[in-house]
């Protein structure tokens, strides 16, 4: 490795998406393809350990070669949810216990997320990157929505709720698989730029 070059600070890539979803879904084909380039490019891929989206984004990492972490949970009192897929396994699992813990280890354990077509479960997700990107906003994880839908969707948010400037600066829509990676390498740049920025203060 380079000493010269700076560290990145994009190194662990967390997936969110629907946890219901068939292999022949078109969403579940782009999160396996996605994460099959990111895996190439060394990339840790991070899911919830689930079906859908979250196997998806393993099989596609471990394709590319690349690593994959999972934080999972058994629920006791939510026989219908999917805390975890057997067939899902990661090179390291973080075992939680509960759906809280799960979420928020998920959004420590990762540096950016991408967020595809999903339910609640999905929405929660997608809630709490954006809060606290605003929170933090300059020291923050930026995150991808992936498909032409959420323009729609954040349109309207932006037409009914009190969404400011810097909220709308922490992601990017994506709609091609091909534009992920250009993408993270945009907000790399602009975090180091950043990180720079801090330093000389």
Do not use: C
């Not at 969403?27 to 859908?52: C, F, M, Q, S, W």
């Not at 959004?107 to 999903?118: Q, S």
């Amino acid at each position: 490795m380079d000493d010269s070059l700076p560290r990145p600070l994009i190194k662990n890539i967390a997936f969110f998406g629907d946890a219901n979803i068939p292999e022949q879904d078109p969403v579940y084909k782009d999160a396996y393809e996605v994460a099959k380039v990111l895996g190439a490019h060394r990339y840790t891929i991070v899911n919830g350990g689930g079906p859908g989206v979250m196997n998806a984004a393993t099989q596609g990492a471990e394709a590319g070669g690349g690593e994959t972490l999972s934080v999972t949970f058994k629920p006791k009192n939510a026989p219908g949810f999917e805390g975890r897929y057997i067939g899902n396994i990661t090179d390291k699992e973080i075992k939680t216990t509960n759906y809280i813990d799960r979420m928020f280890k998920l959004l420590e354990h990762a540096d950016m997320f991408i967020i595809f077509k999903g339910g609640s479960g999905t929405i929660s997700e997608f809630g709490t990157a954006w809060v606290l990107a605003k929170i933090y906003y300059g020291h923050h994880k930026p995150f991808i929505l992936y498909g032409a839908y959420w323009a729609e969707i954040i349109e309207v948010i932006k037409k009914y709720l009190n969404i400011d400037r810097q909220e709308l600066d922490v992601f990017e829509i994506v709609t091609r698989r091909e534009d992920v990676l250009p993408t993270i390498e945009k907000f790399e740049k602009k975090m180091q730029e950043i990180k720079l920025e801090d330093g000389k203060k």
